[in-house]
Structure formats: structure tokens, C-alpha cells
């Protein structure tokens, strides 16, 4: 968060599609009619023949997509997250994740910060729904730096991969020069011993920030971005539960189906050790300014060290 | 315009995949032999007089590509491969039984020729358009052919798909719709009207005609007329007879997915058998 830039990872994704069409032929990317919110329009601007609306009809993007990849081509299809994984869910289950297709779906306006449009837009079931495919790898990066990263890893991937991004924008948090990003590999942001905050998303700026309020109440806290949800990193997570014997998890989801939950049945099985989950709980969303809503639904630092504190207490 | 030797070899081979359908479906004892039997000769058409195949080379760049949108039926598809020679004609006894590649519906990872797994209704069509946009982009000559079931057409996937073809004027596209006129609940006039098939596609965009799906010369005329056409792509609509070519099966919603018992199966195999000594004897 060194210079308090803020972007959202939905122009991370515009841009570094366009720029990584320049290296790769293969790459095309198909859009429902929402190019222009996806960010997709500056890549359109770059390779008009290369960019494929296919109208609001995501159930057949999709298997239009499946169609491309066959032929070769690297398809990104494009829509929000509500759109890609909600609607289309059985066409990516059935005709990209059965046969394993090189499809990537790139799915911006995950999560309840989608604002104003309300609950109909805020997916948060996106990481519950693409996780149980067998085989689909679910990406979800902190900020600008990692989903230009998970863009090109995605593509350089052989076979079907989900990635989420942001309306809003969010901190910087990643030095460029210094980041590097491998698929399945969960990142440890700041050390600590009395608990982890397990962390995906915009969560993982909070959860640096609740690192912060935690100290100064002597709690060390070690903060661990998963940006990816599937294949979940078993080691970096179990080393965590050894090691601070709490965690809390941090995402901007349902507390159902995702990451949490994720980290609680390979905790349940392998290293049990309380868990707190910081989550949206099992309710619909609504209409508001994104920050607003961020903190209403308690996916701000505050909660998350509040969970972390109250943990901690519980179980000294 | 086919030879009558022609004709008469696609005859033959028509048989032999319809023996094919009963044969698997008996063994495993489930699946669908209603609309692989009637589409079994427009199946026997694609793999043995129109696409450009090498059965030697599955996975051949140039071939013609063939999506069977309608799943289910993957009992005639997979009689037509083993026939065409892309395995063994003795595995399709093995149809739906565990370590089989032959699956209830077709996957195109485990069994050469498939070129795309489908068997959830409505999807095969879109994958069907986005190979076509793909030869397309490539610049190659090859052709891609979707078959639907009527039935299929209930899905609001389809006619997605169907605009996107005819608005990116995939006339390398050819849509055949299998028009049975039975569905699992009944007749598809009761169960939920598509008709009329032919207006609907030209509406949407698509050259389409109507022919006897059991007509090898009308099949061959249909696509010959598919292929001439430019700008837009063809649509094939086959008026045929659920479970044609078995007595007791034709025009039978029940024999959607049901398979014969011995007997049954005995009668059906004596009654192929007949027809195609009769062919071969013509």
C-alpha cells in the first residue's frame, strides 16, 4: 500500500489482456454486450478482430468459446461474475470443465462491492459454484499487480480457468518489480504467531490493515493472500495452523462455499485448530456506495480484527 | 446427385448402424435408441459421403468437424465411427459399461472421432458455431455440422446460438434438426409446440430446408444446396420416423430411452438383419 494508488482489478484485466495479445496470436476475447464495464472495450480497441460480442447471451458465449478453443484459440470470455458463473454455470460445468477445454472466463463484478445495482449484480457464490468443477482452477487476485499477473499465468495454463475480478477500486498493495505469481501458490504478506488471517480478494488489503490495529494491541498477526481458491495451497495454510494455532478467514463471498470453507475442511481433516469466518453471512446484498456496503456486510479491517481480537480471547 | 452404388452402399451401411444402436443399447441395457434410429441415416450420410475425414488421424486439423448437440443419440454416432473405422466395431457392445470409452454421451477426450462432448441439450449448437467462427478465423476450408434434436430446440440456448451464427454469416455452419416429432413426455406439438421449425430458422437468419430424413437423395441434395450457399448459414430440417427401421419402436415416445429385452432385441436385430439382405440384394 506503499504510495495509496487505487485500481480496480477490472481495468488490471482490460489492459493486460490487450497488452498480452500482442505476444499471443491465440487470444480472443468474447463479451455479452458488457465490454465496456468489463474493461474489455480497450482490448476491442486494440484487435477489433479479434473481440467476439456475442450479444446478453452468456450460455452460448460460453459454448462458443468451448467451440474456439478446439480450433486452437484461446478464448476469454468475458461478463460478471454474477453472469459467467451464476447463469452460465452448467455451460462452463458441462462443455468447458467435463472436457477440459482451454477456456478462460473472466468474470469482474464479483462480490457485494458491485454497489448500487443491488443484489441481483453482487455475486458472491461465484468461488462455491466454480470450485466444486473438477479440474477448474479459481483465481482471485488482491489488486492491480496480481491479476495482471493471474491474466498471464491463466493463459499460460493449459485448461479451464475461472478468475474474478473488481468493480471498485483497491489498493495497490504489490511491488511490481518484486512480485512474482504462481497458480496454487498462497503468499505471505506479513509474519505472525498468534494468528493467520487467511485472506482473498479486496479481503487481503483489509486483513494487512487489521495486521496493523492487532499489533498495537499486541497481537501478531500473519496475514496470507490466497488468490488462489482451487488448487488451494495445503502447505503454506496447514503451516499457518502450526504455527499461530487460530485463523480467520477473510473474503468478499458468502461464507458458504468459499474460501473459508475451503480452509475449514482442509483444516478439519489435516490440522483442526478454530477457525473464524469473515465473510458476507447467508444473505442477499443490496444497493449502496461499495465502500458503504464493504463495511454494513462487515468485510472491512475493523471486523476483521474484531474476529481476530475476540478469537483470540476465546481461546487463550 | 448420388449413384445408385452409392446409395446403395449408404443403404447397407444404414443397417449396419441401426444393428449397431440395438446391439449397444441391449448390452447396456439403458440408453436411447428412438432418435439414434432416426437419425441414424443422416449420420451414416455425414461419415460416409459428406465430411472430409481421416479415421486414421482423428485429430486431423482440416477435418470436417461433427457436434451431435442431441447427446443422446451418441448409440448411432458411435455405430457409425466403429463402421468408418475409427475403432473396433465389437466395442460398441461395451456402450455405457464401466472402463468403456464409449460413454452415454459422447466425450471427446476418451473416444477417437467425437469432436465435442455434449449430452446436456442446447450447448452443442454454440460449440458447433464457435468451431465454425474458429475455421473461419484460420482461413480453412472445413465445414461443421450440428445435429439437433426438435425437441432440443425448446432450449433458449439454441436460438442464441442460432443468431450468432447467422449474424457472423457462418456458411460454413449447417444446423440439421431431427424432426421425430416425439419427445420424452410425448409428441412435441403437446409438449411444447417449436413448430414451424422452417420459418422460425429463416427467421433467425438461416437458409433452411426441409426434407425426408430417411432419403438419401433428398439428404445429398439438402446438402448439396447447404454448401452453395454464401453469407448465411444452412439449416437441414428432417422430417423422420422415431425408431425407424424396428417395427415396434417406430413412432413410439416410449422407446425415447428404453432398451429391448432379449426379445425384443432378437425381433429387432431379425427385422435389420431382413432389411439389409434386401438392400444388398438390390
Known amino acids: 500500500m506503499a504510495d495509496g494508488k487505487k485500481i480496480a482489478t477490472r481495468d488490471s484485466y482490460g489492459e493486460s489482456i490487450r497488452d498480452l495479445a500482442a505476444e499471443h496470436e491465440d487470444i480472443l476475447v468474447l463479451d455479452a454486450d458488457l465490454a465496456g464495464a468489463t474493461k474489455t472495450a480497450v482490448f476491442q480497441k486494440a484487435w477489433p478482430d479479434r473481440h467476439i460480442d456475442c450479444g446478453i447471451a452468456e450460455a452460448d458465449m460460453i459454448g462458443v468459446g468451448a467451440g474456439l478453443s478446439t480450433m486452437g484459440f484461446v478464448p476469454f470470455c468475458s461478463s460478471f461474475a454474477m453472469f459467467a458463473a451464476g447463469r452460465a454455470f452448467e455451460q462452463v460445468r458441462n462443455t468447458v470443465g467435463y472436457p477440459h477445454l482451454n477456456v478462460k472466463i473472466c468474470a469482474t463484478h464479483g462480490g457485494i462491492s458491485v454497489g448500487e445495482d443491488g443484489a441481483s449484480h453482487q455475486c458472491c457464490e461465484d468461488f462455491a459454484l466454480m470450485r466444486t468443477i473438477p479440474g477448474m482452477v479459481v483465481l482471485s487476485p488482491a489488486d492491480d499487480v496480481e491479476a495482471r499477473a493471474a491474466v498471464r499465468a491463466a493463459y499460460e495454463h493449459v485448461g479451464p480457468v475461472y478468475i474474478r475480478f473488481g468493480r471498485a477500486a483497491v489498493p495497490v498493495i504489490h511491488d511490481p518489480a518484486a512480485f512474482s505469481f504462481a497458480i496454487g501458490q498462497a503468499e505471505v504478506l506479513r509474519e505472525g504467531r498468534d494468528v493467520a488471517l487467511v485472506a482473498t480478494g479486496l479481503m487481503v488489503a483489509e486483513a494487512l490493515q487489521a495486521a496493523e490495529a492487532l499489533a498495537e494491541k499486541g497481537i501478531s498477526a500473519r496475514v496470507i493472500n490466497v488468490c488462489t481458491i482451487k488448487p488451494l495451497d495445503r502447505e503454506t495454510i496447514l503451516a499457518a495452523a502450526r504455527d499461530c494455532g487460530r485463523i480467520v478467514t477473510c473474503e468478499e463471498h458468502s461464507v458458504i462455499g468459499g474460501l473459508g470453507e475451503a480452509v475449514c475442511s482442509l483444516l478439519a481433516e489435516t490440522c483442526p485448530v478454530p477457525v473464524r469466518r469473515v465473510g458476507v453471512e447467508d444473505v442477499f446484498g443490496h444497493s449502496g456506495p461499495a465502500g458503504d456496503l464493504l463495511r454494513q456486510f462487515g468485510l472491512s479491517a475493523e471486523h476483521v480484527a474484531q474476529a481476530a481480537e475476540k478469537l483470540v480471547q476465546e481461546t487463550a | ?282
Not at chain 2, 446409395?7 to 446391439?23: F, I, S, T, Y
Not at chain 2, 443399447?25 to 481421416?54: C, R, W
Not at chain 2, 488421424?57 to 465411427?81: I, M, Q, T
Open chain 2, 1 to 282: 446427385m448420388l449413384t445408385q452404388e452409392e446409395k446403395k452402399r449408404l443403404q447397407v451401411l444404414a443397417c449396419k448402424v441401426r444393428m449397431g444402436v440395438v446391439e449397444g443399447t441391449f448390452h447396456a441395457k439403458s440408453g436411447h435408441p428412438g432418435g439414434s434410429l432416426s437419425a441414424a441415416d443422416v449420420i451414416t450420410y455425414l461419415y460416409f459421403q459428406e465430411m472430409n475425414l481421416d479415421p486414421s488421424n482423428p485429430r486431423w486439423e482440416d477435418r470436417d468437424r461433427f457436434v451431435l448437440s442431441k447427446g443422446h443419440c451418441a448409440p448411432a454416432l458411435y455405430a457409425a465411427l466403429a463402421y468408418r473405422g475409427y475403432f473396433p466395431v465389437e466395442e460398441l457392445q461395451t456402450l455405457r459399461q464401466i472402463g468403456s470409452r464409449l460413454q452415454g454421451h459422447p466425450n471427446m477426450n476418451l473416444t477417437p472421432g467425437i469432436d465435442m462432448s455434449t449430452g446436456s441439450l442446447g450447448q452443442g449448437i454454440s460449440t458447433a458455431a464457435g468451431m465454425a467462427l474458429g475455421a473461419k478465423k484460420l482461413g480453412k476450408a472445413l465445414r461443421v455440422y450440428a445435429l439437433l434434436g426438435d425437441g432440443e430446440l425448446q432450449e433458449g440456448q439454441v436460438w442464441e446460438a442460432m443468431m450468432f451464427a447467422a449474424h457472423n454469416r457462418l456458411d460454413n455452419l449447417t444446423v440439421i434438426v431431427d424432426n421425430n416429432g416425439l419427445q420424452i413426455d410425448g409428441p412435441v406439438e403437446k409438449v411444447m409446440s417449436p413448430y414451424p421449425i422452417q420459418e422460425k430458422l429463416e427467421a433467425f437468419g438461416l437458409f433452411a430446408q426441409t426434407v425426408d430424413g430417411h432419403d438419401f437423395d433428398a439428404l445429398d441434395r439438402a446438402f448439396a444446396a447447404a454448401r452453395e450457399r454464401k453469407g448465411q448459414p444452412s439449416a437441414i430440417v428432417m422430417k423422420t420416423t422415431k425408431g425407424k427401421g424396428v417395427s415396434f419402436m417406430e413412432g413410439q415416445a416410449g422407446w425415447h430411452g428404453k432398451a429391448p429385452n432379449a426379445e425384443q432385441y432378437k425381433t429387432a436385430m431379425d427385422e435389420l438383419s431382413a432389411a439389409l439382405a434386401k438392400v444388398e440384394a438390390m
